[in-house]
């Protein structure tokens, strides 16, 4: 299933080169957007009331990029404090994880720092982590300022955007830039889609193979 | 088959695998025991890979009109535990179907008729069939998932047998895996006219008989014959070499000669690169394709055919070359069919053996397949029924089209021996057979073989249009002349843009579908609190988890990451795992038992949904203190019932800061104490057990402390002891010091040394205290029955308690030979501290 492709074949863009498959994991205090975040780039929906996540929800979606396909499996975790423990089960072998914060609210900025730490030190070394500050649309409401986001981004290697999942803005933009800095390279291919809706248990120590990708 | 019958099949083999298929069917099946006008079972007979297996389906409507109408009932396998018979009802038009597998029974009501006869013919065939044959049933275990939870416990046997491997994850995902690519392919050809548009590329296609000569002559004045370079060329040679070595050993210089000759003679203004070359003895086909497209060229395949001599060897037969140039397939076939103008039929028979036997290992695999395939070589077919005479004047008159009519190729295509669906374009040209070397006169040897068109150029396929078709007159080599012809042919091509759209706005639709084919459930609470857990007392709450998705979804609590079980050991989870169609709902229920010292119960369950998400349930409560999971260091502290035992003064006492205020335990004192008094001379004191209720009345008073009398009969009080010394936090005999109690136990001497060195004061009078109380059972063995042996197996488990609960007991035996030293010999003061 790997690779079709004779000795004489040459790509002509008809197959679109290969799909990609990783994980995602979105982390971040309760109440910061992150169901908000995944049921936009989703479903292309906003619910003003979006319930209190108590488990992980599941759900994939697919990016085209110009030469591969990224399909994306994404664990969108619970935000509370008393779950936390519970979060290595899902950024454990993650390949991508975007770090969630709400620009009107200091404290869950500062949570999104303690985030990133815990991933800097125990997901997989060579994950993609983006931190969203999320709730743009509030910016008449701002806590935090871009600049001090940014500057934290930079010194730690994330990528940043600020979003909003109630108007969409760079929601898209933030999975296609995670989509993009995504290692896609042959080692990674593997078999796509078994690993639909699967969570590293016992039998799998430590991160995945940093892609999952098949033509 | 009745065609009701056959619209019902086509919907129950869409309920399987394409490989699983439906042999036969039984409609309108009832259930024996079940409501009268049940009739909706679909009895379904599938194979795969030569193993059957019975599905009983239940159908949602009197008709089912899709494969969705339909769930599984039950999946029983044709092995060697499968059994069936029919059973008449007297005056019936019904027989009783009864089906045994294992110790499970089946009974069916069927009508009987020719629908009956047939399937249960089947089953018959199909159970021999199982019988003969080394079967694999791995492929019915996807099904057990997608069963209703009560038919799975019955068929739950069948994981019993030995060569039931169990790969259900991996089965069901990698499926999934191959349908979502397959569809994606599937989904994008059914769109392609979306972004694909036609462009015409010029093909020019040429053959020739070189007759075993070498090349050397030019090949411009054939192959660059047109004014502007084709797109593609393919060129088919036969006999480049007549030798018995390119015969036998299939390998010869004149292909890398015949091929660079090629290369020269192709169209000077423009550049090509070599496709592929397939060659079989002397028959050689080279498609070279124009740089610019070159990349565009996919898939390329070829293959050969011999149907020489004893109808395999390579002096006959074909060679052929398939591609996709953009997203059109092609395929061209260079054949030499057998020669002699008698043999046409074997040359309709080599054309037919090519066809059957050409195989390219991809899709598409056969001739037939491609979009276009131009056909070309030497078909040998002759004229018939005209002299040589004849022939040479009509040729003479130039009168061709009056000469074709006795062409054999044009009798047999017409008659549809050959070459069925092929074009061929008007011949204006003479016949290219035969020649004297190196001249334009037809044979003059003594052979005067009559003129013929041999070489021939034929196509199939839409948008080809033929612009020219003609013989090579110039080259005088061979007794063969070169024949060409060029084509404009459309060719289908992606336009990126357009292509990435669809392709994108299909993989949007296939996450749609994918996300909403998610196992969806929900749970009626993520939090469950019990109040006040009290020991042994167990409580119990339900949760509810309903399934909200489309799909059965299939629910297991999981342990969390280096968590070894799913839950705390004061928690049992019925069921814990299970499946649940959509719409149904299923009770899960949490039981708390307390057997250890808690402040807090708190646990975080997680309720994961195979394929899909997880859910957090929480699980706390808060605890009641009890003497029967303390130490008996803390108890021997306290000086009131554990429950009116002030935070501080108990809190010390567990750290052992406060003074120790008693010798024993004071509830060990009172158990002991009341059995003394009213249990000396009860039979069969320990043996039997008491109602829960009552060890619940002792407990609480006991942890409470009362002005009544201790209730509960002398058993009850004598089973609250065993509890308690079962319980508390160390056993009497600590855990570390078991091992050599056991290894001592042998001698009385080395026992009492251990329990005066080894022991500290309160667990040693403890055991003293628990022994002398013994030693007074014993004395009443006449009318309580118990014997010093038996009394220091039961309590020698109880007092050198093993670590892990539950498990089978370790050293029972040496256990009860150190309790016995302390049954039979007297128990000095000295033993006792002060």
């Known amino acids: 299933m790997a690779n079709r492709t004779g000795t004489a074949q040459r790509p002509n863009g008809q197959t679109q080169g290969k799909i990609c498959q990783f994980k995602l994991v979105l982390l971040g205090e309760s109440a910061v957007g992150k169901s908000s975040l995944v049921l936009r780039f989703v479903k292309g929906q906003f619910h003003e009331y979006q319930e209190s996540t108590i488990g992980a929800a599941f759900l994939t979606q697919t990016i085209c990029l110009d030469d591969t396909t990224v399909k994306f499996e994404i664990w969108d975790t619970a935000g509370q404090e008393r779950y936390h423990s519970l979060a290595p089960m899902y950024y454990r072998g993650a390949q991508a994880a975007i770090v969630v914060y709400d620009i009107t609210n200091q404290d869950t900025f500062g949570r999104a720092k303690t985030w990133v730490k815990e991933l800097q030190r125990q997901a997989s070394p060579t994950i993609v982590i983006a931190l969203a500050g999320n709730k743009q649309d509030l910016a008449n409401k701002r806590m935090v300022e871009y600049e001090e986001a940014q500057t934290y981004a930079d010194e730690n290697g994330l990528l940043f955007m600020e979003t909003s999942a109630k108007t969409a803005m760079n929601v898209n933009d933030i999975f296609l830039a995670i989509a993009k800095k995504l290692p896609k390279n042959e080692q990674n291919t593997g078999q796509a889609g078994n690993a639909q809706g699967r969570r590293l248990t016992e039998g799998d120590t430590g991160p995945r193979a940093a892609g999952n990708c098949c033509k | 088959m009745l065609s009701i019958q056959q619209d019902v099949y086509n919907i129950v083999q869409a309920k399987f695998l394409a490989a699983e298929i439906v042999k036969s069917i039984h409609l309108n099946v009832s259930v024996v025991d079940g409501p009268l006008e049940n009739n909706n079972r679909i009895l379904t007979l599938v194979e795969y890979n030569k193993s059957f297996a019975l599905f009983v389906l239940v159908s949602s409507r009197v008709q089912p009109i899709s494969f969705s109408d339909l769930s599984i009932e039950s999946v029983i396998p044709l092995d060697q535990n499968f059994s069936f ?59 057990f998932g997608t069963m209703n939870q009560t038919n799975k416990n019955s068929n739950s046997s069948i994981n019993d047998q030995n060569d039931f491997v169990i790969i259900r994850d991996g089965m069901a995902q990698g499926q999934a895996s191959i349908n979502r690519e397959s569809m994606l392919k599937y989904q994008l050809k059914l769109r392609e006219p979306e972004f694909t548009q036609k462009q015409e590329f010029t093909i020019f296609v040429g053959t020739w008989n070189v007759n075993g000569q070498p090349p050397t002559a030019s090949l411009k004045s054939w192959l660059s014959c047109v004014e502007t370079p084709p797109d593609l060329y393919a060129i088919g040679f036969q006999e480049i070499d007549l030798s018995k070595e390119a015969f036998i050993f299939n390998d010869t210089p004149r292909e890398a000669e015949w091929q660079k000759s090629v290369m020269d003679g192709i169209h000077p203004n423009a550049k090509y690169r070599l496709v592929a070359l ?11 394709v124009n740089n610019q497209h070159y990349q565009y060229v996919k898939n390329v395949s070829m293959d050969t055919v011999g149907t020489g001599l004893l109808g395999k060897m390579g002096n006959k037969g074909g060679v052929a070359v398939r591609l996709e140039l953009h997203n059109t397939s092609l395929c061209f076939v260079n054949c030499h069919l057998a020669a002699h103008v008698d043999e046409f039929e074997r040359r309709n028979q080599d054309y037919k053996d090519i066809n059957a036997r050409m195989n390219f290992r991809r899709n598409p695999q056969a001739i037939k397949d491609h979009e276009q395939v131009y056909w070309l070589g030497d078909l040998n077919y002759r004229i018939t029924d005209l002299t040589n005479l004849q022939v040479k004047t009509l040729l003479q008159r130039n009168e061709v089209t009056t000469l074709l009519r006795s062409d054999q190729l044009n009798q047999q295509r017409e008659r549809g021996n050959v070459l069925l669906d092929y074009v061929e374009g008007d011949i204006a040209f003479h016949p290219t057979y035969k020649f004297d070397l190196n001249s334009d006169i037809y044979d003059t040897s003594e052979k005067a073989r009559p003129p013929a068109w041999t070489d021939r150029i034929l196509w199939r396929g839409k948008g080809i249009h033929q612009v020219h078709y003609k013989s090579h007159m110039e080259l005088k080599i061979s007794d063969h002349k070169p024949v060409s012809a060029l084509f404009k042919s459309e060719i289908s091509v992606v336009d990126q843009n357009r292509y990435r759209r669809v392709h994108e706005d299909l993989l949007k639709k296939m996450d749609k579908h994918e996300n909403e084919f998610l196992p969806q459930v929900t749970v009626d609470q993520n939090e469950v609190v019990f109040n006040s857990v009290k020991f042994r007392e167990p409580q119990s709450r339900e949760i509810i988890i309903a399934n909200t998705g489309v799909v059965p979804a299939d629910f297991e609590f999981i342990n969390k990451l280096n968590e070894s079980t799913y839950c705390k050991d004061w928690l049992r989870i019925v069921p814990y795992c299970g499946s649940i169609n959509p719409g149904e709902k299923c009770d899960v229920r949490l039981e708390v038992n307390l057997e250890t010292d808690l402040d807090n119960i708190d646990d975080i369950l997680i309720l994961h949904l195979k394929g899909g998400k997880d859910m957090f349930i929480t699980v706390s409560g808060s605890c009641q203190k009890s003497c029967f999971t303390q130490s008996l260091s803390t108890l021997v502290r306290i000086q009131v019932p554990i429950m009116h035992s002030k935070k501080e003064d108990f809190n010390s006492a567990r750290n052992n800061q406060s003074p120790i205020l008693y010798s024993v335990p004071r509830e060990l004192w009172l158990l002991v ?10 039979r069969d004191l320990f043996e039997s057990s008491a109602l829960h209720e009552e060890l619940i009345r002792i407990r609480d008073w006991l942890d409470y402390g009362s002005q009544d009398p201790l209730p509960g009969t002398p058993q009850a009080v004598a089973e609250t002891l065993v509890l308690l010394l079962s319980y508390i936090k160390e056993p009497v005999i600590p855990f570390e010091l078991q091992d050599v109690c056991i290894a001592a136990a042998s001698n009385f001497q080395n026992c009492r040394q251990l329990l005066i060195q080894k022991l500290n004061d309160i667990h040693r009078t403890t055991f003293i205290y628990i022994c002398m109380f013994l030693q007074e059972l014993v004395k009443h063995s006449n009318d309580n029955g118990y014997e010093p042996k038996t009394l220091a197996s039961l309590f020698g488990d109880i007092l050198l308690r093993d670590q892990i609960r539950n498990a089978k007991p370790q050293a029972s035996r040496g256990k009860a030979n150190f309790v016995y030293n302390f049954l039979v010999n007297d128990l000095s003061s000295s033993l006792i501290p002060k």
């Open chain 2, 673 to 682: 104490d009341h059995l003394y008094r009213h249990g000396l001379k009860t």
């Open chain 2, 278 to 288: 397939s060659r079989l003895v002397g028959m050689q086909l080279a498609v070279i």
């Open chain 2, 85 to 143: 018979e029919t059973e008449p009802v007297r005056g019936q038009n019904y027989v009783i179907l009864i089906i045994r597998y294992k110790q499970n029974r089946y009974e069916f009501k069927i009508e009987i008729g020719k629908e009956s006869c047939n399937f249960a013919a089947e089953i018959i065939h199909a159970k021999e069939v199982s019988l003969n044959s080394s079967t694999n049933f791995t492929w019915l275990e996807k099904y």
